[in-house]
């Protein structure tokens, strides 16, 4: 997926570490953050962002519902999430 891509390259990760076994808490948030944007922002499909994070849906919908929630309260999130979504449409 293209906007995967993009928005991995954004945030200066590698796709494949996005997809891989890392847990790090820094790791988790990016993935967290790119799924809010895809699936959200940007209407992606949940089993598409999915497959791309190396996730099963139910992983990937927990994490975009607490990061939506999170986002709601936090200026910074929705600064970044809205930055991410536009450089997944150049």
Known sequence: MVAFRS???????????????????????????????????LGYKLKDVAK???????????LVSRYSERIADDEELKNQST???KHCLE
Do not use: Q
């Open 7 to 41: 928005a991995a390259r954004a945030l200066e990760l590698d796709p494949e570490v996005l997809s891989g076994a890392d847990r790090s808490w820094e790791v988790s948030r990016y993935r967290a953050l790119i799924g809010y944007v895809l699936i959200r922002r």
């Open 52 to 62: 791309c994070l190396g996730r099963d849906m139910a992983t990937v919908s927990s």
């Open 83 to 85: 930055r991410i979504a």
